[in-house]
């Protein structure tokens, strides 16, 4: 259950893919609106595929093959987990249970075979195959070229609504813009397989 008022604001305020840091991240999820605010609280997704396709070839060509390093605390950082001791106990936890890993920057889907972007700004620190100043252009254009109105769709939620999406090839936004009215949504997530990418 996601339950965030006031006092429980939202804890991933960008967008992202669910538990990238993971070796097998979820493979989708459902979200069901059970309170919502009398206004906002919209979810957005965007798609890696049609990100990806609107590339041109060789800049295409260029990404193919890397790899992206993804890390628990680049959307749980420490500072925001010490309000107590046994607070930052469960961090210190979460953190050596989830080192930092390595996916592929583009993604074959297991079933379509299509390729997908799959760097996102909430777990995605660096491309470890070039050096850190490209590393920082790459991603940043990547960033924002994934977010792209046109790449988007938005959902205006009502009660009893149910959202079912793929993780493997979407990143998605809540938009906070609700507080300090309440939102209660119940989650479910689906196992998921390990990323790769075959050239196509």
């Not at 009398?38 to 990100?51: E, F, H, K, N, V």
């Not at 379509?112 to 920082?136: H, M, P």
């Not at 149910?162 to 209660?184: F, K």
Request: glycine share 4%; net charge negative.
């Amino acid at each position: 259950m996601l339950d965030t008022h006031n006092d429980n604001p939202p804890d991933n305020d960008n967008w992202h893919t669910d538990v990238t840091f993971i070796e097998t991240p979820p493979a989708g999820a459902i979200l069901a609106a059970k309170e919502l605010p009398s206004t906002g609280g919209d979810t957005l997704w965007t798609s890696g595929i049609a990100a990806y396709e609107a590339l041109s070839v060789p800049f295409r060509q260029l990404l193919s093959g890397l790899r992206a390093e993804h890390d628990f605390r680049k959307s749980f950082p420490e500072y925001k987990y010490r309000k107590t001791e046994e607070e930052h106990q469960r961090w210190r936890e979460a953190v050596a249970k989830n080192p930092p890993l390595l996916h592929p920057v583009v993604r074959t889907h297991p079933v379509s075979g299509k390729q997908a972007l799959f760097v996102n700004e909430g777990f995605t620190t660096r491309i470890v195959d070039v050096s850190e100043k490209e590393s920082e252009a790459l991603l940043g254009f990547l960033f924002a070229h994934i977010t792209k109105p046109e790449f988007q769709v938005r959902w205006r939620w009502q009660p009893n609504d149910i959202a079912i999406w793929d993780n493997r090839v979407t990143q998605h936004y809540a938009n906070a813009d609700y507080l300090p009215q309440r939102r209660i949504m119940h989650r479910a997530t689906i196992l998921g397989d390990k990323p790769f990418y075959r050239a196509g």
